[in-house]
């Protein structure tokens, strides 16, 4: 038994390590013939005595034969990709699109903990990885201030702004991805990027974004099942990060408790919100994970409406295992939240 297992792996494996007893042994067993039969061209070619197997046109026409086998496997052209994505919804987007592609590595440019860009800076260590990458995905819509100076920084940088053509809404507001419709259409434009700049790859790329489109589309008609019926729909949100998931699912966003993110509302500002959750009796206030939660929970006390969290995705596991799913899991958390808030 060893003995015909080494023959069968000496007629599979011949020494271009062509595999073309796929060719022919294959078929041969496939027939209820003997799969020993079959093996590399060159072999045929030196049995039926037409040169050695190693020169003249049998052996040039079995070797050109392999090359086709082989390329079949692995497409010319394909050398290695590096993608950096600027920041965590980036790089999931990314990671889905890419899924488990050969030769292409996705990471993330800034750490998952970051969270939004607003007012980033380049530090050493970014400008390092900006200088090994082939491809950076933004966001766009002024999430990323420090694009241009990437770009000079590595001329042959490619740039992919997921976000290009969908219309911004208040004013110049960068969160895209919040909404379950800007994230589709990010996806759709990322996969149709990536096809254009790496054609070699792109059924893998088109394949793996058709796949996450339809889970997200499932998402979003989920959280439409859930939330379309909910009647009172002022929120309060902690920054500017929801405007595309309010005009989503019909809410309306009534204030912001910090307008900028990460400087703490003044005096007056609090004021003006208790005002607001008194007067509008707003039911739901929402923190997000990413900042802390002290200015709403002075609200809170004042108002007595509950804190809750509202995720915008934009941190999460570093590891492309748990990364892939980290805005499906969020926004599934996101619903169970608001449901839960707007119905109290
Ligand atoms: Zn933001």
């Known amino acids: 038994m060893p003995g015909y297992f080494m023959r069968f792996f000496r007629k599979s494996f011949c020494r271009h390590m062509c595999g073309a007893w796929l060719l022919n042994g294959f078929p041969a067993l496939l027939q209820g013939g003997n799969p020993l039969k079959g093996g590399c061209l060159d072999r045929i070619a030196s049995v039926s005595g037409r040169g050695d197997g190693r020169s003249g046109r049998s052996w040039k026409s079995a070797r050109s034969l392999c090359a086709i086998f082989l390329l079949g ?6 050398q290695s990709l590096e993608i950096l994505a600027s920041f965590y919804p980036m790089y999931v987007s990314a990671l889905n699109v890419v899924g488990d592609t050969p030769g292409v590595k996705v990471t993330c440019l800034t750490e998952p903990f970051v969270g939004c860009l607003h007012d ?8 390092k990885k900006l200088a090994g990458a082939d491809i950076l995905v933004t966001n766009g819509a002024g999430m990323e201030t420090f694009v241009d100076k990437a770009v000079k920084q590595s001329p042959v940088l490619r740039i992919i702004e997921a976000g290009k053509g969908i219309p911004q809404i208040s004013g110049d507001n960068p969160h895209v991805w919040v909404g379950l419709s800007g994230a589709i259409q990010q996806v759709k434009n ?3 990027e990536l096809e254009a700049a790496d054609p070699a790859r792109a059924e893998h790329y088109r394949k793996n974004a058709d796949a996450y489109v339809k889970k997200l589309e499932a998402l979003r008609a989920d959280m439409h099942a859930a939330l ?8 309060i949100t902690f920054h500017e990060a929801f405007p595309y998931f309010a005009q989503e699912f019909g809410l309306n966003i009534v204030g912001v408790i910090e307008r900028e993110p990460g400087s703490e509302s003044t005096a007056r500002e609090m004021a003006e919100t208790i005002d607001l959750v008194r007067q509008r009796k707003v039911p739901a206030l929402f923190a997000e994970p990413q900042y802390p939660a002290k200015s709403a929970r002075v609200i809170e006390r004042e108002t007595g409406v509950v804190v809750s969290l509202l995720d915008p995705v934009v941190t999460g596991p570093r ?21 839960k808030a707007l119905s109290e």
């Not at 496997?73 to 394909?78: I, L, N, Q, R, Y």
């Open 228 to 235: 379309d019926g909910v009647k009172n729909r002022d929120i």
């Open 319 to 339: 590891e492309p295992s748990a990364a892939r799913d980290a805005y499906l899991v969020a926004m599934r958390k996101n619903l169970d939240v608001l449901r």
């Open 120 to 127: 980033y800076a380049l530090t050493a260590g970014d400008m």
């Open 190 to 192: 990322i996969a149709r």
């Open 73 to 78: 496997f692995f497409p010319t052209g394909a």
